[in-house]
C-alpha cells in the first residue's frame, strides 16, 4: 500500500497552464501560478500557489544534518578543512575492511552519507550496529528487485501463452477487448489535486507546524516524515480534503530530507502543498488559530468552521514535556485536545499521542460528521483497553474485573482457615496454597 501511495504521488502530471491564459482575465494572469482542467465545467478553476525558493545545501548545513545526500566532492571539500576528520575517516576505512575479512555483516557499497554517518559515530559498537542496518537495507532492496524480476518474467509467460492460442471468437480480457476504460494514475493524482485546490479558495485549511527539529532523534525525524506522507495521501482522497500547509520548516532537516525522498515534486509550484518557512502567525490571524495539544485542559467539543487548527508535527516517544502546550502559551494561541477520556477507556502504559494522519482523519471525521463515536474510530486499537465496538455511548463503563496479573494460586492466597490452639481458643490464622496442599497430604 505504502508503495502505492509513493507511485501515485510521484506521478502527479503539472495542470495545463495555458488555460489560465485561455480562461482567465489578462488583469490577474499573472498572479496565477497553477491551473487544472478536467471537465468543461472546471476550466473555470485557477487558483494561486506560492513558489518555493530553491536554496543550494551548504557545507553547513550538511555538518548539522548528516543524512542529507552529499557527493563525493562535498565529503572530500570536508575532511581538506577538518584534518582530524580525514585522519577519523582512514581508520574507519580500515576498521570496515578488517570486519568485511572476518565476515561480518557488511554492505556492498558504502555511499558518502553512509561514510559521513559512520565519522560521526563516536563508538566502534554503534558503527558496527549502523554497518548491520545498511547491510539489512541493501538486502531488502536486492529481494526486492529479485521479486520484480521474477513477476516481469512470468507476466511476460502468460502473455506469450496468450497470444499462441487460437480463438475463434474475440478475446475479451487484459489488454485485449474490454468495454472499460483505464484510468491512469496521472488522471487521478490530477483529479485529487483538483479538490485540495478548491480547498485552497473555499475549504478548510490545516496547518503543520515543522519547528521540533531539535527535540526528535534520528529515528523520530523519519517515522515523523512517514506520518506526514501518510496524512497527505489520506487527505487528498477524502471526498472534502483539507488543504495543508507546513510551517516553520527547515528545508535541510531530517523530516524534510525523508519527506523529499517521498514526495520528489513537493516542491514544485502547481502541487497542492505550501511548505513555509516562516511562522504561521505571519500568515493567518490570531484569533483563528487553534493549537491541537494533548495538555491542555480544554476538550474540543465541535469542529468551528471558522478556525484554523494547528497539528504539532512532532513524534515524542523519548520526549514527554508539553512542548506544544508551551509553544502555544508563548504565542498566545487558543488550545484544543480531543475528548479520549470521556468517549475512550485508555489502555494502562499508553500516551494519549496519536499519529499524525491519525489526527487528521479525526478532524476530518468530526468536520463532516459531528459524531465523536465514529471520529474517534482512527484511534489505534493497541492504545484502548476494549475494542472500539464493543464501547458504549457517553461515558465507558466496564464491570470491575480481575487484573490480568494475578492468576489462580495469587487469588487463593491469605484464605483464613479456623484452628485450634493448645488452650482451645479459636484462632484464624492464614495459609498459603502450598502449604495447604501439604497439610491436606
Not at 525558493?53 to 545526500?69: A, C, H
Not at 575532511?79 to 561480518?104: A, C, F, H, T, W
Not at 520528489?264 to 511548505?275: M, S
Request: hydrophobic share 35%; charged share 30%; aromatic share 8%.
Amino acid at each position: 500500500m505504502f508503495n502505492r501511495v509513493l507511485r501515485c504521488l510521484t506521478l502527479t502530471k503539472k495542470p495545463l497552464r495555458w488555460t489560465a491564459r485561455r480562461n482567465c482575465r489578462p488583469a490577474i494572469e499573472a498572479q496565477l501560478s497553477a491551473c487544472d482542467i478536467l471537465h468543461t465545467s472546471k476550466r473555470r478553476f485557477c487558483t494561486k500557489v506560492g513558489k518555493i525558493s530553491e536554496e543550494g545545501e551548504t557545507q553547513e548545513n550538511l555538518e548539522k544534518n548528516v543524512t542529507i545526500s552529499v557527493s563525493g566532492e562535498q565529503l572530500q571539500a570536508m575532511m581538506d578543512s577538518d584534518p582530524e576528520m580525514e585522519k577519523l575517516y582512514k581508520v574507519i576505512q580500515l576498521e570496515v575492511e578488517v570486519m568485511r575479512q572476518n565476515g561480518r555483516l557488511i554492505p556492498k557499497e558504502l555511499k558518502p552519507q553512509h561514510w559521513l554517518q559512520l565519522i560521526r559515530h563516536e563508538t566502534r559498537s554503534a558503527r558496527s550496529r549502523y554497518l548491520m542496518y545498511l547491510f539489512k537495507l541493501e538486502m531488502t532492496q536486492e529481494n526486492f528487485r529479485k521479486k520484480k524480476e521474477l513477476a516481469r518474467i512470468e507476466r511476460e509467460q502468460k502473455l506469450q501463452e496468450h497470444g499462441r492460442e487460437e480463438v475463434d471468437q474475440m478475446a475479451y480480457r487484459l489488454f485485449k477487448n474490454t468495454i472499460f476504460l483505464r484510468i491512469y494514475d496521472t488522471a487521478m493524482n490530477r483529479f485529487y489535486h483538483s479538490r485540495m485546490m478548491m480547498a485552497k479558495i473555499h475549504g478548510p485549511e490545516v496547518i503543520i507546524d515543522l519547528g521540533y527539529d531539535k527535540h526528535m532523534t534520528v529515528r523520530e525525524s523519519s517515522e515523523c516524515a512517514k506520518q506526514l506522507v501518510f496524512l497527505f495521501a489520506e487527505n487528498r482522497v477524502l471526498r472534502d480534503p483539507f488543504y495543508i500547509t507546513f510551517c516553520n520548516v527547515n528545508k535541510f532537516s531530517v523530516v524534510m530530507e525523508k519527506f523529499y525522498r517521498s514526495v520528489p515534486n513537493a516542491n514544485e509550484p502547481d502541487f497542492p502543498l505550501e511548505i513555509k518557512e516562516c511562522s504561521y502567525t505571519e500568515l493567518y490571524d490570531k484569533k483563528k488559530l487553534v493549537y491541537l495539544t494533548p495538555h491542555c485542559n480544554t476538550e474540543m467539543t465541535e469542529y468551528e468552521p471558522d478556525s484554523i487548527y494547528i497539528i504539532g508535527g512532532m513524534v515524542d516517544k523519548t520526549n514527554n514535556q508539553p512542548l506544544s502546550l508551551a509553544k502555544a502559551k508563548k504565542e498566545g494561541l487558543r488550545m484544543a485536545k480531543f475528548p479520549l477520556d470521556k468517549y475512550l477507556l485508555w489502555g494502562s502504559g499508553s500516551g494519549k499521542r496519536l499519529p499524525l494522519n491519525h489526527v487528521l482523519r479525526i478532524l476530518a471525521d468530526i468536520r463532516t460528521t459531528g459524531d465523536w463515536h465514529k471520529a474517534l474510530k482512527h484511534v489505534p486499537l493497541r492504545k484502548l483497553e476494549r475494542p472500539l465496538d464493543q464501547l458504549q455511548t457517553g461515558k465507558v463503563q466496564f464491570p470491575p474485573q480481575t487484573p490480568s496479573w494475578v492468576n489462580t494460586e495469587l487469588q487463593r492466597k491469605r484464605q483464613y482457615v479456623p484452628t485450634k490452639t493448645k488452650i482451645g481458643h479459636s484462632l484464624n490464622t492464614s495459609y498459603t496454597f502450598r502449604d495447604r496442599q501439604k497439610k491436606s497430604s
